[in-house]
């Protein structure tokens, strides 16, 4: 898998610079190779693994940095790419800008908008250490303690997306961001942001509408694919991963494709007909892999890689190595899937459609057309769904944006989630210090600010994930489209519907339904309930408060709970969340917390 790691110090540093030698004689001592790509007086940048997949690091001439990961120019030339603006404007993709300045020795740190590749930032010795992969600075010795004040806010939102991270020694560098790095120093400054792209013009003609995403969604995955000779695709039989479907197969390219469906049959919840129709239609091969959850056991969970913050494991557990081994019996160096496509093609809050609509263009009469096709996607009467709409258009701007991540947490105590949602620290950068935007485009905002996980979770394979609907000029024309033209016709993600309806078969084009496996959770919960009971009754969440221990027990104590959302809660969020911290405090306090 690919990793880049980047030493940044002052020039006229002698103890910095000698301190970045000896980080880097010991990287290239271990046992992962790892390539030295730029040798500048204050940079050192390092890769590995960049032969496999579509990750590269792209240096530029006479010093003045590298491009690491998968870029895709407009017409640029290298000499162009050596301004971070000038990248946002020239090229787009998966990467990482480490660029120097020649003159001063000041070096920039851009992470494209996706955040698709991982940006972390953490000193040692005055030396800056960038990089993606936070066991690659466990190697060189660097040590790491756990940020509670972080895990505090992470665990009521697991959302959260700010520059502070799980440890205190490590800071991410945002989507769009650009952190400069000069006299000893970093400071950071979003060069790209959301609203940028709604500033371009609002795009409210579903036709036209339809077209651009048709045409964009194209483009995207036709870029995607060209890096791969074959590609394994998660095909789940829904209208996003069908849509990546039918891209990839008119792909100029022709990568070989191998869809990949998971079900599950002992829990009653099987979509096969869904994913069958969609490969039969494009003559797609379609491995179909039955779950079994008495069959998983959750204890291997305690040997995740470490990461500087918890991410959700039990997809990596139960379905990598399904992934893995199909890939290798097909040569596949990629596995694409429709992730993201829910938020980008806004499929939930259509009610915000007519808050949307109000403060746009105020009270006109096709807001009476806006409410029933609300009412419709929704399913609740016209007049509720209007008065819920005229009552958020009136409500004064939201002190936070947490306040629109609030979710169903019944093990979190009310006190962590009111500490949480104070504290303005915690805002997201994009939306930090913004008011008055439309709340549909507020929700549409979180909906792509959370970046789908580059590395897995266990094995260290060269297989890459990629989402190849999230995608900056995808992010970009979605954004631009208001919540009320993704609500028209009365039905969710109308315009990406439109803009396929010629290419997917009817069934998948009409169907809104979403797939569940609530059922295939509460099985898994039951096998491992004792494991779970181990981990979370007495574990670090709540020692610190963080859950409620007596309502944990009544919830872990029985057999006949109805599925419900409380089984992802604990399975995604808190069991995930508990496992991390175990890990950590185990390296770094190996006595106890």
């Known amino acids: 898998m690919y990793r880049y790691l980047a030493l940044i110090w002052e020039p006229d540093d002698p103890s910095a610079a000698a301190a970045a030698q000896a980080l880097a004689l010991r990287l290239q001592s271990a046992a992962e190779p790892w390539e030295r790509v730029v040798h500048a007086n204050n940079l050192l940048l390092f890769h590995s693994g960049a032969a496999t997949g579509s990750s590269e690091t792209r240096a530029l001439a006479e010093g003045a940095g590298a491009v690491c990961g998968t870029l895709f120019p407009r017409e640029t030339s290298d000499a162009e790419l050596s301004d971070p603006r000038a990248v946002l404007m020239k090229a787009w993709g998966r990467y990482v800008a480490v660029l120097r300045e020649a003159r001063t020795g000041v070096v920039r740190v851009l992470r494209d908008p996706t955040g698709t590749l991982p940006c972390f930032v953490t000193q040692h010795e005055r030396v800056h250490v960038v990089f993606s992969d936070v066991e690659s600075c466990l190697s060189l010795g660097i040590r790491f303690s756990v940020n509670w004040r972080y895990i505090a806010a992470y665990v009521p939102y697991s959302a959260l997306q700010i520059r502070a991270t799980g440890l205190n020694e490590v800071t991410e560098v945002q989507p769009g961001e650009c952190l400069t790095i000069a006299g000893g120093t970093g400071a950071s400054e979003l060069l790209w942001s959301p609203l940028d792209a709604r500033r371009r013009g609002l795009i409210e003609d579903p036709v036209s509408a339809a077209a651009m995403v048709r045409e964009t969604v194209r483009v995207c995955v036709h870029a995607w694919a060209s890096r791969h000779r074959s590609v394994v695709h998660n095909l789940s039989g829904g209208l996003d991963s069908s849509i990546v479907l039918s891209c990839v197969v008119n792909a100029p390219s022709r990568p070989q494709i191998t869809c990949v469906h998971y079900f599950a049959p002992a829990s009653g919840e099987d979509e096969r007909k869904y994913a069958r129709l969609a490969a039969s239609h494009f003559q797609a091969e379609l491995v179909e892999c039955p779950l079994d959850a008495t069959a998983l056991d959750l204890q291997k969970l305690l040997s995740i890689r470490y990461s500087p913050r918890p991410w959700f494991y039990i997809y990596d557990l139960e379905q990598g190595p399904l992934e893995a081994q199909i890939a290798a019996s097909h040569g596949a160096t990629s596995i694409f899937s429709g992730a993201s496509g829910d938020g980008l093609f806004m499929q939930a809050r259509a009610e915000l ?65 009111a500490a949480a949602r104070d504290d ?61 033209v993704w609500t028209s016709g009365g039905t969710d993600r109308s315009v990406a519907r439109a803009a396929f309806a010629q290419d997917l078969p009817p069934p998948i084009i009409r169907r809104t339904q979403k797939g569940a496996i609530d059922r295939h959770n509460l099985r898994l919960m039951h096998k491992n309930q004792a494991f779970l009971r181990e981990m979370l009754l007495d574990g670090l969440l709540v020692r610190h408060g963080l859950l409620d221990r007596t309502r944990l027990e009544e919830f872990l104590g029985g057999d006949s709970t109805p599925p419900g959302f409380e089984y992802n809660e604990v399975l995604r969020q808190h069991l995930c969340t508990e496992v991390w911290l175990r890990r950590w405090t185990a390296l770094t306090n190996p006595y106890g917390c």
């Open 424 to 484: 303005d620290s915690l805002i997201h950068p994009w939306l930090a210090g913004v008011r008055g935007i439309p709340p549909g485009l507020r929700w549409h905002i979180l909906c792509v600010s959370i970046p789908p996980a580059f590395y897995s979770a266990f094995a260290d394979g060269p297989l890459e994930r990629t989402a190849v609907l999230f995608s900056q000029p995808l992010i970009e024309l979605c954004l631009r489209i208001p919540s009320y």
């Open 353 to 417: 459609a007519i808050a949307d609509y109000l403060r746009i263009h105020g009270w006109r009469p096709r807001l009476l057309r806006i409410a029933l096709d609300a009412a419709r996607i929704t399913r609740t009467s016209l007049w509720q769904v209007l008065r819920q709409g005229i009552a958020r258009h009136l409500k004064r701007p939201i002190r936070s944006s947490l306040s629109e991540l609030d979710t169903v947490r019944t093990l979190v105590p009310r006190e962590v989630f």
